[in-house]
């Protein structure tokens, strides 16, 4: 009775302003692996209760693509893509957070497929107010252990090739030998895009046994895991491979 009271007494300004909120995300991307579960926060500011309010994350620049629907109280499965159904939630953007309740209307989103890759739309409606912001969700894949390989070249020197695929993003490919010198100039370095997003890189090298005992080629991501190959170059006009690689053994071919 007296909520009732204060609700009838309460002008139409006030009444907005006190109902007024913004929506907010983290401003740098979120990154996954591929298959792996993910969390994409998005919250009130002030911490206002959403269980009353409507709720949707949605795939911009399509609202065709709805990732996850709440209303009346709880999540309107009807309205999910299909793309989403069964694999997207209302999640929790922190043990501090004190869920719909305390404004907290993240997403969770389960085995994250490449096709999530890019931004997500959050969007929270009350009956006088909305708002929504953007978070953007990177997927990443690590690839295979380089393979490398040695052929002579025809000036006697020795060609090293080194391949890997199944990357996702593009990830980089250094050069490095024995001797401490990182970022050796490749006589190319090729990446092709084959099996759905995924990314392939090859490259080779010229080199002399005298100039290297070892040479190793390594492919990372930016934001991570690495997978690095060595071939050892044990003496000039002979090449063999001995030493050990962190992910796989060389492959030496003549
Ligand atoms: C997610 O992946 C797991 C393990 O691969 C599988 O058991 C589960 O059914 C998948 N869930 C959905 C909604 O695709
Ligand atoms: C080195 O080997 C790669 C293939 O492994 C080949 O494409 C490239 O032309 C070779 N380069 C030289 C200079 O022999």
Redesign the pocket.
């Known amino acids: 009775m007296l909520l009732y009271v204060f609700l009838a007494a309460c002008v139409p300004v006030v009444c907005h302003a006190a109902e007024s909120f913004s929506v907010l995300v983290p401003h740098d991307p979120i990154s996954v692996r591929l ?1 792996s579960a993910v969390t994409l926060p998005c919250w009130l500011s002030p911490p206002l209760s959403a269980e009353p309010m409507e709720i949707r994350w949605h795939r911009p620049p399509s609202f065709e693509i709805t990732v996850l629907h709440y209303r009346d109280g709880q999540l309107q499965e009807s309205s999910q893509h299909l793309r989403y159904r ?2 997207a939630f209302l999640g929790s953007r922190g043990p501090e957070a004190g869920g719909l309740k305390e404004g907290d209307v993240s997403l969770r989103l ?2 994250v497929t490449l096709e999530d890759e890019g931004e997500f739309q959050c969007y929270v409606s009350s009956d006088r107010h909305y708002e929504g912001a953007h978070v953007v969700l990177s997927v990443t894949e690590t690839g295979t252990p380089p393979v490398l390989s040695a052929r002579q070249a025809d000036d006697g020197r020795m060609n090293v090739s080194c391949a890997s695929s199944g990357w996702h993003p593009r990830p980089k490919l250094i050069w490095s030998d024995s001797q401490g010198r990182s970022g050796l100039s490749p006589g190319d370095l090729l990446y092709s895009h084959k099996e759905e997003g995924m990314v392939s890189v090859f490259s080779w090298i010229l080199t002399s046994p005298s100039d290297a005992g070892w040479l190793s080629c390594s492919v990372h991501l930016s934001e991570g895991e690495e997978r690095e190959g060595r071939v050892a170059l044990l003496s000039p006009g002979e090449w063999m491979q001995s030493l050990s690689t962190l992910n796989q053994p060389a492959q030496i071919l003549k």
Do not use: K, P, Q
């Open positions: 298959g069964g694999r389960e085995n």
